[in-house]
């Protein structure tokens, strides 16, 4: 067939219908009523994509698998302007959905559930009881909503002395009573069974190690107790903001 009788032939696959456009479909009226339609289409197996807008400006590109007819879409990626949000939907399910609250996952709506913050950087953790913080060799963080996890590994330059070594610093503060322990490796000293613990609403954490007396309370590492070498933890916590 010549390209000129391809071209003569293609008005014949165009239906206009008021403001709604079909390519390979007689009705594009029919696929979202009272909007303005572009369907691109299949008349026999109803397969194919929409373009759509609303007249109060909701926006929708839908996709039809031909298992439910012309009405029926098996995945969209839709905008709704009177509610601003957008979600995205597959076998006719939504997946994702992003609003003011922010990311909700498979048709969650409530704002408590949303996803609205994600942060990576860099932090940079301060020794007291005799020591510098020196050399820091990685200290990063990574941040998913409320959550945040800092990791890092620094040198101990100094002389320590009696008073409780802490390390101050972290990215952001933690909970009021928001409290999270994780193991800690130092490389020269300590006492066995010592742990890193985040404190309430600071940006520091303490060493502690248990007491080994059930009537005494934990005991929190002194300065003197670890030598000039390396302190190593990986720690994740709560934070208000």
Do not use: C
């Not at 309370?217 to 030598?227: A, E, F, K």
């Amino acid at each position: 067939m010549s390209k000129q009788t391809d071209l003569i032939n293609i008005p014949d696959a165009i239906t206009v219908d008021g403001s709604n456009v079909g390519i390979g479909v007689s009705n594009p009226s029919d696929y979202y009523p009272n909007w303005n339609n572009l369907v691109i289409g299949n008349l026999t197996d109803f397969t194919g994509m929409t373009i759509a807008s609303s007249p109060t400006g909701e926006g929708t590109i839908a996709f039809a698998d031909g298992t439910s007819g012309t009405a029926e879409y098996s995945g969209w990626i839709q905008y709704g302007h009177q509610n601003a949000y957008m979600n995205f939907a597959t076998e006719a399910v939504e997946r994702i959905r992003i609003d003011s609250d922010g990311l909700k996952f498979h048709g969650d709506t409530a704002a408590a559930n949303a996803l609205n913050d994600y942060e990576e950087g860099t932090w940079t953790p301060t020794t007291n009881a005799g020591w510098t913080a020196s050399p820091i060799d990685y200290a990063r963080y990574t941040k998913v909503g409320d959550m945040v996890h800092v990791q890092t590994i620094f040198g101990l330059s100094g002389t320590g002395n009696t008073t409780h070594l802490e390390v101050g610093g972290l990215p952001f503060i933690t909970r009021t009573t928001g409290y999270s322990t994780s193991p800690v490796d130092f490389g020269k000293g300590s006492i066995k069974g010592t742990y890193v613990r985040t404190e309430s609403a600071t940006t520091t954490v303490k060493f502690y190690y248990p007491s080994e007396n059930t009537t005494v309370n934990r005991l929190q590492i002194r300065g003197n107790q670890v030598g000039a070498s390396y302190v190593l933890f990986g720690l994740t916590y709560q934070t208000n903001s």
